[in-house]
Protein backbone atom coordinates (compact mmCIF):
# COMPACT_ATOMS: atom_id res chain seq x y z
CA UNK A 1 0.00 0.00 0.00
CA UNK A 2 1.21 3.55 -1.06
CA UNK A 3 2.18 5.54 2.57
CA UNK A 4 1.87 9.34 2.56
CA UNK A 5 3.49 11.02 -0.06
CA UNK A 6 5.18 14.22 -0.03
CA UNK A 7 6.46 16.68 -2.79
CA UNK A 8 9.20 17.98 -3.37
CA UNK A 9 11.65 16.32 -1.64
CA UNK A 10 13.85 19.05 -1.52
CA UNK A 11 13.34 22.52 -2.27
CA UNK A 12 15.41 25.45 -2.65
CA UNK A 13 14.60 28.76 -3.37
CA UNK A 14 15.62 32.40 -2.27
CA UNK A 15 13.97 34.42 0.06
CA UNK A 16 11.11 36.24 -0.61
CA UNK A 17 9.54 33.64 -3.46
CA UNK A 18 6.54 31.50 -2.91
CA UNK A 19 6.84 28.07 -1.49
CA UNK A 20 4.48 24.96 -2.09
CA UNK A 21 4.61 21.87 -0.31
CA UNK A 22 2.25 18.76 -1.19
CA UNK A 23 1.01 16.14 0.44
CA UNK A 24 -0.93 13.17 -0.49
CA UNK A 25 -2.28 11.33 2.42
CA UNK A 26 -2.96 7.05 2.34
CA UNK A 27 -6.21 6.51 0.33
CA UNK A 28 -9.18 6.19 3.35
CA UNK A 29 -7.60 8.19 5.79
CA UNK A 30 -9.47 11.37 7.32
CA UNK A 31 -7.26 13.30 9.23
CA UNK A 32 -4.47 15.05 7.83
CA UNK A 33 -1.20 16.86 9.78
CA UNK A 34 1.43 19.26 8.99
CA UNK A 35 4.67 19.43 11.14
CA UNK A 36 7.90 21.02 10.58
CA UNK A 37 11.03 19.87 12.18
CA UNK A 38 14.03 22.05 13.29
CA UNK A 39 17.30 21.49 15.37
CA UNK A 40 15.88 24.20 18.05
CA UNK A 41 11.84 23.38 18.26
CA UNK A 42 12.00 19.55 17.47
CA UNK A 43 8.63 18.49 15.70
CA UNK A 44 5.90 20.42 16.01
CA UNK A 45 2.86 20.59 14.39
CA UNK A 46 1.65 23.18 12.63
CA UNK A 47 -1.98 22.48 11.64
CA UNK A 48 -4.33 19.93 11.30
CA UNK A 49 -7.33 18.97 9.34
CA UNK A 50 -10.12 16.42 9.87
CA UNK A 51 -12.52 15.55 6.86
CA UNK A 52 -10.79 18.35 4.68
CA UNK A 53 -11.88 20.83 7.57
CA UNK A 54 -9.29 22.75 9.22
CA UNK A 55 -9.45 21.79 13.12
CA UNK A 56 -6.72 23.49 14.82
CA UNK A 57 -3.88 25.94 13.15
CA UNK A 58 -2.68 27.43 16.25
CA UNK A 59 1.10 25.90 15.55
CA UNK A 60 1.03 27.99 12.06
CA UNK A 61 3.84 30.26 12.84
CA UNK A 62 2.22 33.47 10.84
CA UNK A 63 -0.01 35.12 8.41
CA UNK A 64 2.70 34.06 5.40
CA UNK A 65 2.12 29.91 6.36
CA UNK A 66 -1.46 28.86 4.81
CA UNK A 67 -2.47 25.41 4.49
CA UNK A 68 -5.52 23.89 2.23
CA UNK A 69 -7.10 20.66 1.62
CA UNK A 70 -9.61 21.04 -1.24
CA UNK A 71 -10.33 17.45 -1.24
CA UNK A 72 -9.76 13.90 0.75
CA UNK A 73 -6.18 13.12 -1.11
CA UNK A 74 -4.74 16.61 -1.11
CA UNK A 75 -3.19 19.48 0.36
CA UNK A 76 -0.98 21.57 0.40
CA UNK A 77 1.33 24.46 2.51
CA UNK A 78 2.33 27.50 1.28
CA UNK A 79 4.38 29.71 2.26
CA UNK A 80 4.76 33.32 0.84
CA UNK A 81 7.12 35.02 1.29
CA UNK A 82 9.44 32.48 2.58
CA UNK A 83 12.09 33.86 4.93
CA UNK A 84 16.00 32.15 5.84
CA UNK A 85 14.29 30.98 8.90
CA UNK A 86 11.69 28.82 7.01
CA UNK A 87 14.33 26.80 6.44
CA UNK A 88 13.38 23.18 8.04
CA UNK A 89 12.17 19.46 7.19
CA UNK A 90 8.61 19.50 6.58
CA UNK A 91 6.55 16.77 7.27
CA UNK A 92 3.13 15.17 6.56
CA UNK A 93 0.85 12.53 8.40
CA UNK A 94 -2.22 11.14 7.74
CA UNK A 95 -4.37 9.17 9.92
CA UNK A 96 -7.76 7.21 10.77
CA UNK A 97 -9.71 9.16 13.45
CA UNK A 98 -12.87 8.56 14.84
CA UNK A 99 -12.96 6.72 17.83
CA UNK A 100 -9.63 4.92 18.78
CA UNK A 101 -6.45 5.81 19.18
CA UNK A 102 -4.84 5.21 15.31
CA UNK A 103 -0.87 6.08 15.18
CA UNK A 104 -0.50 8.57 12.50
CA UNK A 105 1.83 7.80 9.52
CA UNK A 106 4.45 9.93 8.30
CA UNK A 107 5.67 10.97 4.63
CA UNK A 108 9.46 10.78 4.04
CA UNK A 109 9.89 14.94 4.33
CA UNK A 110 10.51 18.16 2.11
CA UNK A 111 13.59 19.74 2.95
CA UNK A 112 13.27 23.23 2.39
CA UNK A 113 16.45 25.37 2.35
CA UNK A 114 15.47 29.36 2.04
CA UNK A 115 18.87 31.57 0.80
CA UNK B 1 7.13 25.21 27.60
CA UNK B 2 8.45 21.24 26.74
CA UNK B 3 5.80 19.17 27.32
CA UNK B 4 7.45 15.90 26.92
CA UNK B 5 11.22 15.96 27.35
CA UNK B 6 13.90 13.20 26.51
CA UNK B 7 16.73 14.26 28.16
CA UNK B 8 19.44 11.96 26.98
CA UNK B 9 19.96 13.66 23.11
CA UNK B 10 22.32 10.12 22.43
CA UNK B 11 22.40 7.09 23.79
CA UNK B 12 25.06 3.95 22.40
CA UNK B 13 24.36 0.14 23.21
CA UNK B 14 26.51 -2.86 22.48
CA UNK B 15 24.63 -5.35 19.66
CA UNK B 16 22.79 -8.04 22.15
CA UNK B 17 21.92 -5.93 25.39
CA UNK B 18 19.13 -4.47 26.54
CA UNK B 19 18.57 -0.07 25.14
CA UNK B 20 16.52 2.15 27.70
CA UNK B 21 15.19 5.08 25.93
CA UNK B 22 13.25 7.34 28.98
CA UNK B 23 10.66 10.15 28.40
CA UNK B 24 8.70 12.26 30.73
CA UNK B 25 6.19 14.64 30.50
CA UNK B 26 4.33 17.35 32.66
CA UNK B 27 0.76 17.44 31.25
CA UNK B 28 -1.60 15.29 33.40
CA UNK B 29 -4.22 15.17 31.47
CA UNK B 30 -1.90 13.13 28.32
CA UNK B 31 -3.52 9.57 28.30
CA UNK B 32 -2.03 8.33 25.45
CA UNK B 33 1.56 7.57 24.51
CA UNK B 34 3.26 6.65 21.45
CA UNK B 35 7.50 5.98 20.42
CA UNK B 36 8.19 6.83 16.91
CA UNK B 37 11.35 5.44 15.23
CA UNK B 38 13.27 7.90 12.39
CA UNK B 39 16.13 7.36 10.06
CA UNK B 40 17.95 9.63 8.30
CA UNK B 41 15.84 11.42 5.16
CA UNK B 42 12.58 9.45 5.91
CA UNK B 43 9.52 10.27 8.01
CA UNK B 44 9.35 8.62 11.36
CA UNK B 45 7.47 5.19 11.72
CA UNK B 46 5.07 4.52 14.70
CA UNK B 47 6.50 1.68 17.00
CA UNK B 48 4.89 1.13 19.91
CA UNK B 49 1.81 2.76 21.88
CA UNK B 50 0.31 2.48 25.65
CA UNK B 51 -2.85 4.22 27.04
CA UNK B 52 -2.64 5.46 30.62
CA UNK B 53 -5.08 2.56 31.71
CA UNK B 54 -1.92 -0.02 31.32
CA UNK B 55 1.30 0.32 32.43
CA UNK B 56 3.28 -1.98 30.16
CA UNK B 57 3.21 -3.03 26.90
CA UNK B 58 4.85 -5.16 24.91
CA UNK B 59 5.66 -5.73 20.88
CA UNK B 60 7.97 -8.31 20.46
CA UNK B 61 11.80 -6.94 21.33
CA UNK B 62 9.67 -3.63 21.88
CA UNK B 63 8.41 -2.93 25.44
CA UNK B 64 6.69 0.56 27.02
CA UNK B 65 6.38 0.79 30.40
CA UNK B 66 4.31 3.85 31.67
CA UNK B 67 5.00 5.29 35.47
CA UNK B 68 1.58 7.58 35.67
CA UNK B 69 2.47 8.82 39.55
CA UNK B 70 6.30 9.87 38.02
CA UNK B 71 5.21 10.84 34.44
CA UNK B 72 7.53 8.84 32.60
CA UNK B 73 7.72 5.94 30.25
CA UNK B 74 10.45 4.26 28.66
CA UNK B 75 10.93 2.12 25.49
CA UNK B 76 12.82 -1.09 26.18
CA UNK B 77 14.48 -2.76 23.40
CA UNK B 78 15.60 -6.64 23.79
CA UNK B 79 18.04 -7.56 22.45
CA UNK B 80 19.28 -4.81 20.69
CA UNK B 81 20.16 -4.95 17.01
CA UNK B 82 22.69 -2.67 14.51
CA UNK B 83 19.78 -2.18 12.59
CA UNK B 84 17.78 -0.50 15.65
CA UNK B 85 20.05 2.40 15.63
CA UNK B 86 17.89 5.75 14.14
CA UNK B 87 16.25 8.51 16.39
CA UNK B 88 13.68 7.25 18.47
CA UNK B 89 10.98 10.09 19.75
CA UNK B 90 8.50 10.13 22.58
CA UNK B 91 4.71 11.68 21.78
CA UNK B 92 2.03 12.39 23.56
CA UNK B 93 -1.68 13.21 23.17
CA UNK B 94 -4.88 13.92 25.27
CA UNK B 95 -8.13 12.24 25.22
CA UNK B 96 -10.35 13.79 22.43
CA UNK B 97 -7.55 15.42 20.80
CA UNK B 98 -5.35 13.86 18.04
CA UNK B 99 -2.76 16.57 18.06
CA UNK B 100 0.31 14.66 19.39
CA UNK B 101 3.34 16.37 20.90
CA UNK B 102 6.50 15.15 20.20
CA UNK B 103 9.89 15.05 22.69
CA UNK B 104 13.04 15.56 20.57
CA UNK B 105 14.41 12.61 20.41
CA UNK B 106 16.85 10.53 21.70
CA UNK B 107 19.43 9.16 18.78
CA UNK B 108 20.00 5.30 19.45
CA UNK B 109 23.58 3.50 18.31
CA UNK B 110 23.86 0.11 18.82
CA UNK B 111 27.71 -0.93 17.54
CA UNK B 112 28.00 -4.69 16.26
Known sequence: DAGVIQSPRHEVTEMGQEVTLRCKPISGHNSLFWYRQTMMRGLELLIYFNNNVPID??????DRFSAKMPNASFSTLKIQPSEPRDSAVYFCAS???????????FGDGTRLSIL | D???KQNSPSLSVQEGRISILNCDYTNS????????????????????SISSIKDKNEDGR????????????????????PGDSAVY????????????????????T???
Do not use: R
Open chain 2, 62 to 81: FTVFLNKSAKHLSLHIVPSQ
Open chain 2, 110 to 112: VNP
Open chain 2, 29 to 48: MFDYFLWYKKYPAEGPTFLI
Open chain 1, 95 to 105: SLSGGGNQPQH
Open chain 2, 2 to 4: QQV
Open chain 1, 57 to 62: DSGMPE
Open chain 2, 89 to 108: FCAAKKGGSEKLVFGKGTKL
